[in-house]
Nanobody, 124 residues
Framework: QVQLTESGGGSVQPGGSLRLSCAASGYRSSTFGFGWFRQAPGKEREWVGTIYTRDDSTYYAGSVRGRFTLSLDNAKNTVYLQMNSLKPEDTAMYYC?????????????????WGQGTQVTVSS
């Protein structure tokens, strides 16, 4: 059973930075896709980005490209989401998700495992 645990959320002023972590346990496949999603109150869950364990390739939503960076530490089984130049519209609950053979990376149903979420608030 794969378990995902997010951490690193908090409150920050516009223009600031945060790094979210997603510690994963229980997975053995080398073809996992780890995705980050976010959901603001009253809005649908939104895909943020995905990183693949097979080659560390990364993909981002247009709203965060150039500001957010995904990385994978295989030794620690941890995925990081570095968030820079944060904006108030980035405020949301952020979820880490994982799945095997993820093809439609922006689709939540592609990910079989989910963390509990970590809150990010960007406000002055």
């Amino acid at each position: 059973q794969v378990q995902l645990t997010e951490s690193g959320g908090g409150s920050v002023q516009p223009g600031g930075s945060l790094r979210l972590s997603c510690a994963a346990s229980g997975y053995r496949s080398s073809t996992f896709g780890f995705g980050w999603f976010r959901q603001a109150p009253g809005k649908e869950r939104e895909w943020v980005g995905t990183i693949y364990t097979r080659d560390d390739s990364t993909y981002y939503a247009g709203s965060v490209r150039g500001r957010f960076t995904l990385s994978l530490d295989n030794a620690k089984n941890t995925v990081y989401l570095q968030m820079n130049s944060l904006k108030p519209e980035d405020t949301a609950m952020y979820y880490c998700a994982a799945g095997t053979m993820v093809t439609d990376r922006a689709a939540p149903y592609e990910y079989h495992y989910w963390g509990q979420g970590t809150q990010v608030t960007v406000s002055s």
